[in-house]
């Protein structure tokens, strides 16, 4: 092995590794991958940047652009009604029908895109026929993916094979190469499904109706267990207070669903709402949780304890740090950064606009250049310095903070009664930071001081407590000691199944930017007008502790609010809605426009008038030009982490060659192999790149595994079309897992999968898959020596 190899090999690794673990995200490691090779000398400039110009490059966001324009233009209406038709309303019509309809799509259309446009279809005709969705999703899911096999434009690593014999000197595959292997692979993959896979999914027996039952989406989601009144007494301190001041939603992570006053029922009641006395709160969330924080309204304040504050400040400083650009607490809540675990102090504030941010702080993202102020130990922030997240780091003077920050106004000392519930549990169950931004700073107990005390501090009867934060709050948590709860809710506040107040269900988009971002860093209410009920992830319901759930691809999302704000997200292109709220059926005016542009993009590479890449462009810019979607849409709907992805992986494979890096791995393979034939060469490189699409992007791995195989054939002396195309096959057949491709995940929330499931279906479907390509493969695309 020569020194490039190794570095080459090492690289491989590294990125592979960061793929696997996802510490970083996927195209952020193909770029990482890009400038790594030119810096240790493995490619030069120009070939770094030439996967950003490869055809195949640019076909892949050409092929996004065509998909959306037939999105746009309600095509999904028009087959939602054929399938409807020829579907009738048995379980397998109805999955042979969604199969084929989603395979021949994605023959032409992107897979993740025709998954996304098919989703709320199939959604609607499980409801209406009363099959259970769970028996149709991932069919449909699996459908794309077989559908993928057929032409060159299905999928994208059929591209980057088809772009890999370019590069290697070797006749491109045309666009329909691919559909004799791939058209009978996807037959027998949808008669599997049809047959015997269907009877190996879960089944949620669905109700038949027109419409979603308000009642079945409460009991999907256990709302029904979680609902219950809070009355507020004529003298309670809470009155004169907005909802927000008393942070009853965000305290408890309630959602306040209606306020009755004087017999009228005002729904979604808004933060700056007044409470009065007499008032009656409809609440949805966990009762333990309110009851739990309750418990804090037990604090007696000590008004006077000046030397307990004298104590604790010659052991606490305070400090301003600057967040650097690339710490990995940016983008983090503060709540999930963990300052007191990493940097053993606590975030007291965030100065933005010139001006201290001091309450909740739980939720607020943290963003490069961010000036945090932070206190702790003398000892800790000395530290700070060392830490490549913080510059700047400026120790504040008592003159300095009294002036900016009135430490002396936001200090008090509250004694615990010794009968107190609190008595012998420990803060980390408190709430209290998160939700009131008190902090204790610490705790006086038998003549010892504990200063900065962890979560996992011990509470006794009698304890001084010195707490950072404001007195007023205090009078809250008192306040909410004096709510009468009710679990009995009156019939006639059945809010739930009220014209103003309803329920839906909807998903993220693949291409959502609402993905990896926390539900309280969202804030659905301030945003959308709406409020996130609960989630249904890998077949479990998340109900509670919403504000901390970072949003996934695959959750399905229970939406709660007035009808209009909901039939609002329908045009909201950060989500698919599965519970339509008699919207207005798109227009398919332009649809007939649409099919023909895709047909004549198609024409054109048939007839040899053009290259598949120009096609596509030509075509994705017609459609814009025509109206059937706009500039906007148009980037909007390329998924540039997959361009990024592949553009940035590609010189790896350039390097490989050059560097003789696959010619070393190939000759690898063929110590194990070669002896057995070209055969068992083939059939080894197909069964490792199908167990790869488990862990590893499958575009990046073509793009790995097309070098190998070329230099493995060349070795054997055979053409390299036929171990070419099963890689393309063992690649785009990605069915054993949710992680293996998007359209898997997209359909796991609405269909209550869990991971199990895709393993019951998938693995029997990967090993029929590859039993009907080994077997096919001879008869269509035979050994030919060089």
């Known amino acids: 092995m020569t020194g490039d190899i190794a570095l080459v090999l090492g690289i491989l690794v590294v ?73 009738g309303s048995r379980e397998v019509t109805l999955v042979f029908v969604i199969m084929i309809t989603g395979a021949v799509l994605s023959a032409f259309m992107n897979n993740i895109g025709v998954a996304a446009l098919m989703l709320p279809v199939v959604v609607e005709v499980a409801r209406r026929t009363g099959v259970a969705a769970s028996r149709l999703l991932m069919p449909l899911a699996y459908s794309t993916l077989l559908g993928g096999l057929m032409t060159l434009i299905g999928t994208p690593p059929n591209l980057l094979i088809s772009e890999s014999l370019v590069l290697g000197g070797y006749e491109p595959f045309g666009l329909f190469d691919f559909t004799p292997l791939g058209g009978v692979v996807m037959v027998i993959g949808v008669l599997f499904v049809v047959i015997g896979g269907r009877f190996l999914l879960p089944k949620v027996k669905a109700k038949r109706g027109k419409h979603v039952s308000q ?25 004169g207070k907005t909802l927000a001041e008393t942070r009853i939603g965000a305290s408890t992570g309630l959602i306040i669903l209606s306020l009755l006053r004087n017999g009228r029922n005002e729904t979604l009641p808004g933060r700056q709402t007044i409470i009065r006395g007499g008032d009656g709160l409809l609440v949805q969330g966990r009762i333990d949780q309110f009851r739990e924080l309750r418990r804090w309204s037990d604090l ?19 400090a301003t740090v600057r967040i650097t650009e690339g710490s990995p607490v940016v983008s983090e809540l503060v709540r999930h950064a963990a300052f007191r675990t990493r940097f053993d102090v606590a975030v007291v504030g965030v100065l933005r606009k010139g001006r201290y ?127 009468e709860i009710d679990t009995k809710v009156p019939g ?23 993905v990896g971002r926390s539900v309280g860093q969202l804030n659905f209410r301030e945003r959308y007008g709406i409020e996130l009920a609960g989630i249904w992830r890998e077949g479990e319901t998340i109900g ?12 399905a999302l229970l939406l709660l609010g007035p009808r209009d704000r909901l039939k609002l997200l329908s045009s909201d292109s950060d989500f698919l809605i599965l519970t339509p709220l008699g919207q207005e059926p798109p227009d398919t005016r332009r649809a007939p426009l649409a099919a ?50 592949i553009a940035g992986m590609l010189p790896l494979g350039t390097a490989m060659q050059q560097s003789g890096a696959a010619i070393y791995l190939a000759n690898q393979v063929m110590e194990l192999l070669g002896d057995a034939g070209p055969w068992p060469v083939i059939m080894g490189l197909y069964i490792l790149t199908a167990m790869a699409t488990m862990i590893i992007p499958t575009a990046a791995l073509v793009v790995l595994m097309s070098p190998i195989v070329l230099s493995a054939m060349a070795e054997i002396g055979v053409q390299p079309e036929t171990a070419m195309m099963a890689v393309a096959m063992a690649a785009s057949a990605s069915f054993t897992s949710p992680i293996s491709h998007p359209a898997n995940i997209l359909v796991m929330g609405p269909g209550g999968y869990r991971f199990v499931d895709y393993l019951k279906v998938g693995v029997p479907l990967t090993i029929v898959v590859f039993i009907a390509v080994m077997v096919l493969l001879p008869i269509l695309w035979p050994l030919a020596p060089v």
């Open 544 to 555: 509670t502790e919403l504000a901390g759930e970072r949003l996934q691809i695959g959750d």
């Open 15 to 87: 990125s592979l590794i960061l793929f696997i673990s996802e510490i970083v995200r996927m195209d952020v490691v193909a770029l990482l991958v890009l400038g790594s090779l030119f810096i240790v000398g493995q490619i030069d400039a120009n070939q770094a940047f030439a996967g950003f110009s490869n055809s195949a490059v640019i076909t892949v966001w050409a092929m996004f652009i065509l998909s959306e324009g037939l999105t746009r233009t309600g095509i999904a209406d028009i087959i939602g009604r054929q399938v409807m038709r020829i579907g």
């Open 357 to 483: 941010r001091l309450t909740n702080l739980a939720y607020v993202p943290i963003r490069a250049g961010d000036q945090m102020l932070v206190q702790g130990e003398i000892e800790a922030i000395a530290q700070l310095e060392k830490f490549s997240d913080f510059e700047d780091v400026a120790v504040h003077s008592p003159e300095e903070l009294q002036e900016t920050y009135q430490t002396d106004e936001r200090m008090f000392v509250v004694r615990l009664p010794r009968e107190s519930d609190l008595v012998d549990e420990t803060l980390r169950k408190s709430r209290l930071a998160d939700v009131f931004d008190f902090r204790v700073l610490a705790i006086f107990r038998d003549g010892e001081l504990n200063v900065m005390p962890r979560g996992d501090a011990v509470l006794h009867g009698g304890d001084l407590l010195l707490i950072e934060g404001q007195q007023d709050d205090l009078d809250v948590l008192r306040g909410m000691q004096e709510l």
């Open 300 to 318: 007696v304040i000590e008004r006077e304890a000046p030397v307990l504050k004298s104590m604790v400040a010659s052991k606490v400083v305070y």
């Open 215 to 239: 009642r079945s989406l409460r009991s999907r989601y256990k709302l029904q267990e979680r609902t219950f009144m809070m009355h507020v007494p004529m003298d309670s301190v809470l009155v």
């Open 492 to 514: 006639n506040l059945g809010s739930f199944e009220s014209e103003r107040l309803t329920l839906m269900d909807a998903t993220l988009d693949p291409r959502s930017s609402l």
């Open 596 to 645: 023909l542009i895709m047909v004549a993009v198609i024409g054109a590479v048939m007839a040899g008038y053009a290259p598949i890449s120009i096609a596509a462009v030509i075509g994705g810019t017609v459609m814009v030009l025509t109206g059937c979607l706009n500039m906007e849409q148009a980037y909007r709907a390329i998924d540039w982490r997959a361009i990024f992805l």
